[in-house]
């Protein structure tokens, strides 16, 4: 019987079409758990403007990083899974990508865990909600909203995307190339998405509500090419924010601002 032959490469780009939804499927299921285990968590804790204690903070922090960053990552694993679409190859890939990714993210969590904890050990915040909360919580608002003005952040934006689109270091072992695209990829896309994340860490650690929005500016930002007026709404938006629960803080109005 003749050998069929294969010369436009339809078996192995079919392979790397499956590898490429295979590993798509697999990091929204991910994030759908993710997204399970953080309202489960959620509908028991109180509200409130703490971060609790470090254990329990890590925990949280995590299953929410990947609940709300890994929708926006699918782009990225998709092409990393076609590029290495060979046995054991593409999972391997896929994976230490994804978990250089939440690792950066949960890194930025644990600093800013501590330097919270800084700050309310001098007496600027404490775990309730009064009004030296809602200032120190208004303040990193508005400093998370200018910071979205400026080019780092928009340098950032870019490299991110960029990277998603057609980053993938091809020099070296594998180990090499997945170490090097992760933490650039990582690093840009948390500089890319450092002003939402605030919103989080400084009033909306236990609302759904601002989770749900954060997640979809977040998503927005890494996969929709933005027009500059576009990026700039939502700095002047996070900005707007910050400022309003600063004056409400400083008039001594104790305003319901984060929904649940």
């Not at 339809?10 to 790397?16: E, F, I, K, P, Q």
């Not at 650039?184 to 400084?202: F, K, Q, T």
């Not at 236990?206 to 576009?230: E, F």
Request: proline share 4%; charged share 10%.
């Amino acid at each position: 019987m003749p050998r069929i032959s294969d010369p436009v490469g339809v078996s192995s780009l079919l392979r790397r079409d499956r590898a490429a939804t295979a590993a798509a499927v697999a990091t929204v299921v991910a994030a759908a758990a993710g997204w399970v285990l953080v309202v489960s968590w959620i509908n028991r804790m109180d509200t409130g403007m703490g971060l609790g204690s470090f254990p329990d903070f890590i925990e949280i922090w995590a299953v929410m990083m990947a609940a709300m960053m890994l929708p926006s990552v699918v782009p990225m694993v998709a092409r990393t899974a076609r590029l290495n679409a060979s046995p054991g190859v593409d999972l391997i890939a896929t994976v230490g990508l994804v978990g250089i990714y939440l690792l950066t993210w949960t890194a930025f969590g644990v600093a800013a865990y501590f330097m919270y904890e800084v700050i309310a050990n001098i007496g600027l915040a404490n775990s309730s909600w009064h009004r030296r909360g809602f200032l120190l919580a208004g303040i990193a608002i508005a400093g998370a909203g200018l910071y979205g003005l400026t080019p780092l952040k928009r340098s950032c934006q870019g490299r991110c995307r960029a990277l998603a689109r057609n980053g993938w270091g091809r020099e070296g072992g594998l180990l090499r190339r997945i170490v090097r695209t992760g933490a650039d990829y990582s690093v840009n896309c948390v500089g890319a998405s450092l002003g939402p994340m605030v919103v989080i860490l400084a009033v909306g650690l236990t609302s759904i509500t601002l989770m749900v929005i954060v997640s979809a500016i977040v998503l927005v930002q890494k996969v929709v090419p933005l027009s500059n007026w576009g990026n700039s709404a939502i700095a002047l938006a996070l900005f707007s924010y910050g400022v309003s629960l600063a004056i409400a803080a400083g008039s001594g109005a104790m305003l319901t601002v984060v929904p649940r």
